[in-house]
């Protein structure tokens, strides 16, 4: 199981509108937000995977950056 932190970072005031739309993405969660700031988590079978789910980040309409702050796997 591989496992990621990862900062979001949206257009001015299209929080909200990404939060509804991060919502939709699998083995993702939200676990914050503070301006145009969103703190997610991945989880993915395998670094690869993991990194298509930054990539499904980085697509979102409105989001200007996907900044991972820790990424891991359990072996």
């Known amino acids: 199981m591989a496992i990621a932190s990862v900062v979001v970072a949206t257009e001015a005031g299209a929080v909200e509108v990404v939060l ?3 919502a939709q993405l699998p083995n993702t969660e939200v676990h ?10 991945i989880e993915a079978d395998s670094i690869a ?4 789910g930054m990539q499904r980040l980085a697509a979102v309409a409105q989001v ?7 990424a891991g796997q359990e072996e």
């Open 64 to 70: 200007i950056g996907v900044y991972p702050v820790y």
């Open 20 to 22: 509804a739309q991060l």
């Open 49 to 52: 995977a993991l990194s298509e």
């Open 32 to 41: 914050g937000s503070k301006e145009n700031q969103i703190v997610t988590v």
